[in-house]
């Protein structure tokens, strides 16, 4: 009778336990559309950045560089290889912890249960065809492992195809300097 007793006390003590969980646990299937939504975020109009858009700055990179294969590590704020670690491509990494953070949240997890956030780009520069095309490939990680990602890869278009901020640099530059040798001529006649 004992023993009966307490194999119901067992049940009745698990299946409890696995109640919380599943309350304050949520569903991973849930966090499938996380990584693609980081990457539209971060490619999208609203990334504008000293003359650019994340597109035009990393097909800038890539082809200034020569290098097909960029990697940003959003949680680390990272960018591989080396090289094209630039201060542009870092100014909406915040932005997208906080999505990642927020979609973490709203669909009950704690927001270190993501270990990795990564972003892979691939820039086509041998293709002439492809002159502004980009693909990136996002996914995240969570703390068992289990990797999550869109279905298909998000391909984005520069806006700018020879977008050159060190040019436009120049150009302003010049056009300041125009405009104070005309201000000083007319205060001169």
Known sequence: MRDSSNKILKTCVYKHVSNNLKTTMGKTRNLNGIPGNLA????????YYDGGYMADWLNYIAREKNIKEIEI??????IEPIETDIKPLKADLNKLREILNKELTIHGFETDFIKKAIMKFEIPIDNPRFKNTIYCYPFIEDETGKIYKPKKRIIETAYEVDFNPVKKVRMKTEQVKNNWISKIKKILN
């Open 73 to 78: 590590d959003i949680l680390n704020s990272k």
């Open 40 to 47: 539209l975020s971060y490619l999208s109009t609203l990334g």
